[in-house]
């Protein structure tokens, strides 16, 4: 039996890109910029999400912070979180490529204002419009198959669906879905963002087979961010691991890892 | 090291620090000159003014450390002992400035997990905390009659307290005026040791102390600014008699009753430096909250709607930077009140050379 006892290197591929790490860490909700910075530090995150909505980008006026995160020399994913309708989405989107010189963006279009559930519709609108204009759209999307496949359809590359809804830490909530969206789309990276609050969580996602893990409010409101970061960061590789090696099949009845022929009889059922 | 102790000292930036520095000293006999880039009554929201005249005046330790740490707590506790000795000897103080009648933290029915959070980092942060108690709806109710009965659990933080700012800032000012300090607005300035710079000139001095805050942005490439926006609003229909907090998983927001009838709910924190009016989305954060806290305040005249930066480091704690010919103080982010009696205090303990510096491990790094 011939097999490889480590990872393969650097196969985690976004829009042409290659990362070691399949974790993506978000900046906001941090007591300080500087617990943000170590927190990225620890998680080992070659990707950071950033979001402007609220910080009247035209201005600039978001600088100090921006620089900051940029000195952790993570590739930046400016995201649109807080926009709530395709036009909002899509002028943000193009107001953060000129600031952050880069194509890349999480699409978020808010459904729903007390959960932030995305808008299916509008994000497969958005996305058709920013794929034409030359974005690479990482969308933030339910579980839905039909959402994601049309969200294919119009050109994304990558796929975020959700675990649950944003900040609620409820781990994966559709199993069942989520299972049906890797077994039928295969070959697109698809991350799990958003409603993890446990790195358990996180490694039964990779287990799954799931690409990569993007995730906040659980590592910025625990009382030890950095520990939190690198909890979850050991987790995903574990997960990743496990799906690598290949999980032994569940069994109804308990079958002996060593022989019980040694064993009086009475003990054998 | 033979320094003498100075005597003739200039103050950079009349806002908390500033007034309270100009007040010490004075007293020590020093001679002061107070420069202020602005107006030393300034009245006009969304000027460059001091955050001072735009933050709540919260005096809330157990509060401030569940978005911080120990550290902040500690010193907080040291400000609810400094605050009413201190306003005790304020000759020009017409009404009571302190009050120490705590503070209730609540959330709405569908929001008790952020609450029960806050108490989860409450007891992380401070593990032997005795000064709070967990209250039912009956005993919200007692504590604040006019809050909308619907509020079913809260937390009673009872050592907290608040002051009431904008007098507060007044009676600083006309208290250094009486005691003799040389009083300098509109007059924008640049340190260095020993040195103040004008556009006119360069004036020497014993000693400059730095606490422009936003001011020194320039001059601090780690100092940024955080946004914050408040509402001022009026109405006769309801009384607090403490700072009351709303959870919410978005938003932390928070009132404190001023005098006549008024009442600040704030603030937001947004990571900008933008100095532009209220948004829409804020004061509607803003607004609903109050809202929710007793529907009476739908009836409430919207008095002011201020916008300031709050000037901080990027760990978000103050630091007391020690030079020859020049002290630092800067970066109270959303602490001014909390932390300004602790930072005065070292400042102080380092300029007349005390053996013990408080709180030297927490500030002066």
């Known amino acids: 039996m011939s097999y490889t006892p480590t990872l393969p290197a650097k196969d985690f591929t976004l829009y042409g890109e290659t990362f070691s790490s399949r974790f993506l860490l978000g900046t906001a909700l941090y007591a300080s910029p500087q617990l943000m910075r170590d927190s990225i530090v620890q998680s080992r995150a070659e990707i950071v999400t950033l979001g402007l909505r609220r910080q009247n980008p035209n201005d600039r006026s978001g600088d100090a912070i921006w620089d900051f995160i940029k000195e952790s020399g993570c590739r930046l994913l400016p995201n649109t979180a807080g926009c709530k309708s395709v036009k909002e989405a899509v002028t943000l989107a193009e107001m953060s490529r000129e600031i952050f010189d880069t194509e890349w963006i999480k699409l978020e279009v808010v459904g729903d204002d007390y959960n932030l559930q995305p808008d299916p519709f509008g994000l497969v609108e958005a996305s058709e419009i920013l794929i034409k204009k030359g974005f690479k759209v990482l969308p933030y999307c339910t579980d839905d198959l039909i959402l994601c496949k049309r969200l294919l359809d119009v050109g994304c590359q990558v796929l975020m669906p959700w675990g649950a809804p944003i900040g609620t830490g409820q781990g994966l909530l559709n199993r069942y879905n989520l299972r049906t969206l890797r077994e039928r789309i295969k070959d697109v990276p698809m991350i799990i963002d958003a409603g993890l609050g446990a790195p358990s969580q996180a490694t039964e996602a990779m287990e799954m087979g799931f690409d990569g893990i993007l995730l906040n409010t659980a590592v910025a409101k625990a009382h030890n961010p950095p520990l939190m970061a690198e909890a979850f960061a050991d987790a995903i590789d574990a997960g990743r691991k496990a799906y690598y090696a290949g999980l032994m099949q569940k069994r109804q009845t308990a079958s002996p890892s060593t022989p019980t022929i040694g064993q009086p009889f009475w003990h054998q059922q | ?365």
Not at chain 2, 296 to 311: G, K, Q, S, T, Y
């Open chain 2, 1 to 365: 090291m033979t320094h003498s102790i100075p005597n003739n000292i200039a103050i950079a930036g009349a806002g908390l620090l500033g007034r309270l520095l100009a007040w010490q000293l004075l007293q020590a006999n020093c001679k002061v000159t107070l420069f202020e880039a602005g107006s030393f009554t300034p009245d006009t929201p969304q000027t460059n003014r001091a955050a001072a005249f735009t933050a709540a005046g919260m005096i809330a330790p157990l509060s401030e450390a569940v978005v911080s740490d120990e550290g902040v707590y500690r010193m907080g506790q040291f400000a609810l002992q400094q605050w009413p000795q201190w306003l005790s000897k304020l000759q020009m103080q017409t009404a009571p400035l302190f009050f120490q009648h705590g503070s209730l933290v609540i959330a709405h029915p569908q929001d008790i997990s952020e609450l029960d959070q806050f108490e989860r980092e409450l007891q992380f942060v401070i593990p032997q905390c005795k000064t709070y108690r967990r209250v039912n709806q009956q005993q919200i109710q007692e504590l604040e009659p006019d809050l909308n009965p619907n509020f079913s659990q809260g937390l009673f933080l009872a050592e907290e307290g608040h002051v009431h700012n904008r007098e507060l800032l007044r009676v600083l000012l006309s208290e250094i005026s009486l005691l003799g300090a040389k009083l300098r607005e509109f007059t924008p300035v640049e340190v260095a040791a020993n040195k103040i710079i004008t556009e006119a000139s360069e004036e020497e001095f014993d000693l400059v102390i730095d606490c422009r805050g936003m001011g020194a942005r320039d001059q601090h490439p780690q100092l940024r600014g955080v946004r914050g926006e408040t509402l001022h609003v009026e109405t006769k229909e309801i009384q607090l008699q403490r700072p009351v907090r709303l959870m919410h998983p978005r938003y932390q927001l928070y009132i404190v009753p001023k005098l006549n009838n008024r009442f600040i709910i704030g603030a937001t924190q947004i990571e900008s430096e933008d100095r532009s009016p209220v948004t829409l989305q804020s004061s509607l954060e803003l607004s609903s909250a109050l809202y929710t806290l007793s529907p009476a305040f739908a009836e409430a005249r919207i008095i002011e709607m201020d916008v300031n930066l709050r000037p901080a480091y990027m760990d978000n704690l103050p630091k007391v930077i020690i030079q020859d010919g020049l002290i630092t103080a800067n970066g109270l982010f959303r602490h001014g009140y909390l932390l300004a009696p602790a930072m005065v205090e070292n400042v102080l303990a380092h300029i007349f050379q005390k053996e013990e510096k408080v709180f030297n491990e927490l500030l002066n790094c």
